[in-house]
C-alpha cells in the first residue's frame, strides 16, 4: 500500500467520523458567538473593552486594572478582571448590566456565520434539540435569534452569562443546565464552540465537542488544545444533516 493511498484511507476515515459526530447528535449545543453570528462584527468588541475601562475610570476604580488589563481588546477579560478583585461586587454586577447593553447593541450589526441558519433549521427539522451555552448574555442570545426567525429552534434552552462570573466557559456551568433542562445524557449531545474554552467546558460536561473556525489562527488554536474535529465551514455540517434526511 503506497503513503498517498494509506493518507487517502485516512482522510476518509477522518471525515466518515466526522459526519457520524454530527449525524448521532441528538442535543446539540451552540456556542452563540462564532458558531452562530459574528455579533462584533459592525460594533467592535475593542471599543466595548474600552468603554468598560473608560466607565471603571469614572468610577474612580482605574486601580483594578493593570496596564495590560486597561488595554486588553476583550471585554470579558475586562469583567474577568474586576470580578477578581471585587467577587459578588454591586461593582461586578454594574459592569456585567453595562456589557450586556453594549452586547445588545453590537446585535443590530451582528453578521449571521454562513450556513448557520440553515444548519440550525435543518438540525431542528430532522429532530435534534437544541441550545445555546455561551458566554455573552442569554438577553443578547435571545434578541439576535429572535431577529433572525430561529428562537422557536431553541426556546427556551438558552443558557449564558450570569452574575456568577466563575461560571463562564471554561466552566461547564451553561452545558450542565442546558443537558438538565433538555434531559439529555451528555454522550448524545454535542457542542459546537470556536475556542479552546468551548472545548474544555465540553470536555469537563462529557459532552462529544465539533470546533468551528472561520480562520486558519482558530483552527490550529483548537487544533492545539485537542480539538478532534473542527470544520472551517458550516457548509460542511448541513451536507452532513442533508445526508440524513
Given at each position: 500500500?503506497?503513503?498517498?493511498?494509506?493518507?487517502?484511507d485516512a482522510v476518509a476515515t477522518q471525515t466518515e467520523n466526522l459526519r457520524d459526530t454530527i449525524t448521532r447528535a441528538r442535543f446539540v449545543l451552540?456556542?452563540?458567538?462564532?458558531?452562530?453570528?459574528?455579533?462584533?462584527?459592525?460594533?467592535?468588541?475593542?471599543?466595548?473593552?474600552?468603554?468598560?475601562?473608560?466607565?471603571l475610570e469614572r468610577q474612580g476604580m482605574r486601580g483594578l486594572l493593570t496596564p495590560q488589563e486597561r488595554e486588553h481588546p476583550d471585554?470579558?477579560?475586562v469583567l474577568h478582571a474586576?470580578?477578581?478583585?471585587?467577587?459578588?461586587?454591586d461593582l461586578v454586577a454594574e459592569l456585567e448590566a453595562r456589557f450586556t447593553q453594549q452586547e445588545l447593541r453590537a446585535v443590530a450589526k451582528a453578521w449571521p456565520t454562513e450556513y448557520a441558519?440553515?444548519?440550525?433549521?435543518?438540525?431542528?427539522?430532522?429532530?435534534?434539540r437544541l441550545a445555546i451555552t455561551t458566554n455573552n448574555s442569554p438577553r443578547t442570545a435571545a434578541r439576535y435569534l429572535e431577529g433572525r426567525g430561529l428562537a422557536e429552534c431553541f426556546a427556551p434552552h438558552i443558557y449564558g452569562r450570569?452574575?456568577?462570573?466563575?461560571?463562564?466557559?471554561?466552566?461547564?456551568?451553561?452545558?450542565?443546565r442546558a443537558l438538565k433542562a433538555l434531559g439529555a445524557e451528555p454522550s448524545?449531545?454535542?457542542?459546537?464552540?470556536?475556542?479552546?474554552s468551548d472545548l474544555y467546558?465540553?470536555?469537563?460536561?462529557?459532552?462529544?465537542?465539533?470546533?468551528?473556525?472561520?480562520?486558519e489562527d482558530k483552527e490550529k488554536q483548537l487544533r492545539d488544545a485537542g480539538a478532534e474535529h473542527v470544520v472551517t465551514s458550516m457548509k460542511t455540517v448541513l451536507q452532513a444533516l442533508w445526508g440524513q434526511r
Amino acid at each position: 500500500m503506497t503513503s498517498d493511498t494509506t493518507q487517502t484511507d485516512a482522510v476518509a476515515t477522518q471525515t466518515e467520523n466526522l459526519r457520524d459526530t454530527i449525524t448521532r447528535a441528538r442535543f446539540v449545543l451552540f456556542d452563540f458567538d462564532g458558531p452562530v453570528c459574528r455579533l462584533y462584527a459592525g460594533h467592535a468588541a475593542e471599543k466595548v473593552a474600552r468603554d468598560l475601562v473608560d466607565w471603571l475610570e469614572r468610577q474612580g476604580m482605574r486601580g483594578l486594572l493593570t496596564p495590560q488589563e486597561r488595554e486588553h481588546p476583550d471585554p470579558l477579560e475586562v469583567l474577568h478582571a474586576v470580578d477578581r478583585r471585587r467577587p459578588h461586587s454591586d461593582l461586578v454586577a454594574e459592569l456585567e448590566a453595562r456589557f450586556t447593553q453594549q452586547e445588545l447593541r453590537a446585535v443590530a450589526k451582528a453578521w449571521p456565520t454562513e450556513y448557520a441558519d440553515a444548519v440550525i433549521r435543518t438540525w431542528t427539522a430532522v429532530g435534534a434539540r437544541l441550545a445555546i451555552t455561551t458566554n455573552n448574555s442569554p438577553r443578547t442570545a435571545a434578541r439576535y435569534l429572535e431577529g433572525r426567525g430561529l428562537a422557536e429552534c431553541f426556546a427556551p434552552h438558552i443558557y449564558g452569562r450570569t452574575q456568577d462570573l466563575h461560571h463562564l466557559k471554561p466552566d461547564p456551568d451553561c452545558l450542565n443546565r442546558a443537558l438538565k433542562a433538555l434531559g439529555a445524557e451528555p454522550s448524545k449531545a454535542l457542542m459546537i464552540g470556536d475556542t479552546p474554552s468551548d472545548l474544555y467546558a465540553a470536555q469537563r460536561a462529557g459532552v462529544p465537542f465539533l470546533g468551528y473556525a472561520r480562520h486558519e489562527d482558530k483552527e490550529k488554536q483548537l487544533r492545539d488544545a485537542g480539538a478532534e474535529h473542527v470544520v472551517t465551514s458550516m457548509k460542511t455540517v448541513l451536507q452532513a444533516l442533508w445526508g440524513q434526511r
